[in-house]
């Protein structure tokens, strides 16, 4: 059997210390870890559904293995917000009708917040693109790029009107057409 590790790394804001499998994958030890808003969909990196930031970067933890966490800086959604004090991306989401069954939700919010922290005046077209690696299955995704340009806006503290028309084209995003996302 292969030797245990211990590796550690902060998870929201929390130190941890515990032991992995070399062969073990991220997004299992953060489930076991109690972080059930990380999601498994497909554990094959098309779906985006187990994004998490690690150091801010918007990665796929089913891609990775246990021990790529180490000495990282790992927030997963319930680490971006709360109920009780959203990330405006969440917030955004759930004002903007863009959560229906709600799966992709936790991953397309770290997929937005990572956008967002690099560019806080993202083009609807770099926002298809920013979450063109998490796949949903029921809003179109035009209500989701509406709620992240709505979340840019609050974040500059811009009370303006959205963008303009030109940015507006109602195109799912690439990958999605490319792996029969509907929509
Ligand atoms: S579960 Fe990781 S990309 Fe689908
Ligand atoms: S809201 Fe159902 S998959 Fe996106």
Known sequence: ??????????????????????DARAVDLLRDLGA?????????GECGACSILAGGAHVLSCLMLAAQLDGREITTPSGLGTPGEPHPVQQALAEGGAVQCGFCTPGMSMAAAALLAQNPAPTR?????????NLCRC?????????????????????????????????????????GGKG
């Open 36 to 44: 059930l808003d990380v999601k498994e969909g497909c554990g094959t």
């Open 139 to 179: 809003t179109g995704y035009v209500m989701i790029v509406d709620a992240v340009q709505a979340a840019a806006r609050k974040m500059r503290g811009d009370s303006g009107p959205p963008q303009a028309a030109a940015q507006t084209s109602r195109k799912k995003p690439a990958a999605a057409r490319k792996k």
């Open 125 to 133: 077209e770099e926002i298809r693109t920013a979450i063109s690696g």
């Open 1 to 22: 059997m292969s030797p245990r590790t211990t590796i550690s790394f902060r998870l929201n804001g929390r130190d941890i210390s515990v032991e992995t499998a070399p």
